[in-house]
């Protein structure tokens, strides 16, 4: 594991919602820095108008991002999500699309509202910070 996750007593349990309160990694550990990334195909395209789909080529994408670097999502130790108009339903999609891509120890995450992003039809947009494990 390149990190930990800890959610201190006295803070509500944030796990059912698709993230943790914090994360340590060990010293020496490198940091890779995924940019935003959308519901797009290969070509820049979004693959849907919907939410839901979007928000699963999103994530999809940031694990091809990662796996350039010998990743995957169980090495994010944050997650900062951009939505249009949010809303409980919204937030249950990217919550369960964590869990499928992190697992049962979500990163912690911050979700930003948003009014619009950087074209019309982008509902969703992620960006993450990866650890890559200290080499024994």
Request: aromatic share 6%.
């Amino acid at each position: 594991m390149s990190h930990t996750i800890v959610n201190p007593e006295g803070l509500h349990d944030p796990v059912p919602f698709g993230y943790s309160h914090t994360a340590t990694i060990p010293a020496g550990s490198e940091l890779v820095f995924v940019a935003g990334q959308y519901g797009s195909d290969a070509q820049g395209a979004v693959v849907s108008p919907d939410f839901a789909p979007q928000v699963q080529q999103a994530f999809a994408n940031v694990g091809t991002a990662l796996a350039a670097h010998g990743l995957d999502l169980g090495n994010v130790i944050q997650l900062r999500t951009y939505v249009v108009e949010p809303d409980f339903e919204k937030l249950g999609i990217i919550g369960a699309a964590v869990r499928d891509g992190c697992g049962d120890t979500p990163p912690p995450q911050t979700v930003i509202g948003v009014a619009g992003l950087a074209m019309p039809d982008i509902l969703f947009e992620v960006e993450a910070v990866a650890a890559r494990p200290v080499p024994a």
